[in-house]
């Protein structure tokens, strides 16, 4: 994975060159510019994962660069630097959308934090990058997504379960991420769980630890994932697919607040905020007996309902250019244009599998494009009518059933056809390697 690169504007040689190699040894690259129409000119022609620019420089103000930068590239944080004691254009450029600010005479350590938390905002984690880029915010101007942020907020302060509903694709985790990361442990580690991912056989070890010797196998002490998140966040991601004897030791644990590792004789102490999501009915399930009542009440403490895509369409747009930079910046390329036909298409889905399938949607066209330019043959969607409410309200969780069966059959006839070749497989469908390889975990074609 390519190192970060951060856009420097200065007309200042030597503020550009101690910025410079104050970022190398951050490794991360730099390039300089020295006023405002040479950073448009940049931003056009590269990616960056931050903006570092002066208030003052020969062609403008620097506030003028920050509302430039968020009517056209919203997704690229942009850090200000001020002179000393200017709070009031401090205050204006982070109105304006600015990252952050930073005072003249430079203090680097409070540079480098500034730098390493913008780089993750853009998202990318200096020394940690796994090539993963993660959304860092959820964005979207509608009521539904105002009304969850602000829900967000709330939660946020508090340290009771919160329960995450909401249909494949919609962003559960992220919701997840964004209530640790508002709240008092957002220093300490936030630890997802794929309850769903994990043999039965192993859960109780992976979930507690075990002792030395307690199994074949158990050669060392090995912590649990509950006491990696010790004083964070635990994120029981489809905690509907836990089996009924790990039910009864998560209820412990959020009661008493202690686990025991397989093979010891004691309990521990741990210190974690559970939230825990699905995209199945609960209430459904605690009825028919499949998930039990008690844990029910203690992980629904706080319920937070994730709208689907199709119900606010009119975040289409900035979602579709959000999504398109994050992905046009991962593989080292400028960002194409969405053209008006292409929009058009993408505005009019109604996306079955919501912010995961516009952004396949994407990663295809990104890589089917030329010159610059998306375009509707690149999209390849057909829009369909809106579901109706009768259609939307049936049995989540036998409808969810008969999607799965019907997924799992095309994905078997494809495999079958190609010889077990998923790049093949992946192209017949006509979705990317990686949404193929997502769905044959998902559904346990393995």
Not at 101 to 118: E, G, N
């Amino acid at each position: 994975m390519a190192s970060p690169v951060v856009l420097i504007v200065d007309d200042e040689p030597d503020l550009c060159e101690l910025l410079s190699i104050t970022l190398g040894r951050m490794s991360i690259e730099s390039y300089s510019v020295h006023d405002i129409a040479g950073a448009r000119a940049a931003i056009k022609d590269r990616s960056f994962d931050l903006c570092l620019t002066d208030m003052q420089l020969p062609d403008g103000n620097g506030l003028s660069l920050v509302e430039w930068l968020q009517a056209n590239r919203p997704e690229l944080p942009v850090a200000v630097i001020t002179a000393h004691g200017n709070v009031e254009s401090a205050v204006k450029a982070l109105k304006l959308g600015a990252f952050d600010f930073v005072s003249k005479p430079l203090d680097l350590a409070d540079l480098r934090k500034l730098v390493a938390q913008a780089i993750k905002l853009a998202g990318r984690d200096l020394g940690t990058d796994t090539g993963v880029i993660v959304a860092p915010r959820l964005l979207g101007q509608s009521a539904a997504m105002e009304e969850l942020r602000e829900l967000i907020t709330r939660v946020a302060r508090s340290q009771a379960p919160v329960h995450i509903a909401g249909e494949s694709g919609t962003g559960k985790e992220l919701v997840a991420q964004l209530i640790h990361e508002s709240g008092a442990r957002r220093d300490a580690p936030f630890v997802p769980v794929n309850c769903g991912a994990i043999p039965g056989e192993l859960m109780e070890s992976e979930f507690f630890g075990h002792k030395r010797g307690s199994f074949t196998g158990a050669v060392a002490d090995k912590l649990g994932l509950v006491q990696t998140a010790e004083g964070g966040t635990l994120f029981l991601d489809e905690v509907a697919d836990l089996p009924l004897h790990m039910q009864v030791k998560l209820l412990r644990l959020i009661q008493e607040k202690t686990v025991r590792p397989v093979g010891e004789s004691r309990e521990v102490a741990v210190d974690v905020r559970i939230l825990s999501a699905t995209h199945r009915d609960l209430a459904a399930l605690v009825a028919d007996g499949r998930f039990r009542e008690d844990l029910y009440y203690r992980v629904n403490v706080i319920e937070i309902k994730v709208p689907p895509l199709r119900g606010r369409l009119e975040d289409v747009a900035d979602l579709a250019r959000s999504i398109l930079a994050r992905l046009a910046r991962r593989s080292r390329v400028a960002a194409p244009e969405i053209a008006a036909d292409a929009m058009k298409l993408l505005v009019g889905y109604h996306y079955p599998g919501n912010v995961r399938e516009l952004e396949n949607i994407l990663e295809r066209a990104l890589t089917l494009c030329s010159d610059g330019r998306i375009t509707a043959t690149d999209v390849n969607i057909r829009p369909g009518p809106a579901p109706t409410v009768a259609s939307v309200e049936v049995n989540d969780g036998a409808l969810d059933e008969q999607v799965e069966h019907i997924e799992r059959d095309a994905i078997l006839k494809a495999l079958e056809q190609t010889r077990y070749n998923k790049t093949a497989a992946a192209k017949l469908l006509g979705i990317t390697f990686r949404a193929l390889r997502y769905r044959i975990k998902k559904l346990g074609i393995e």
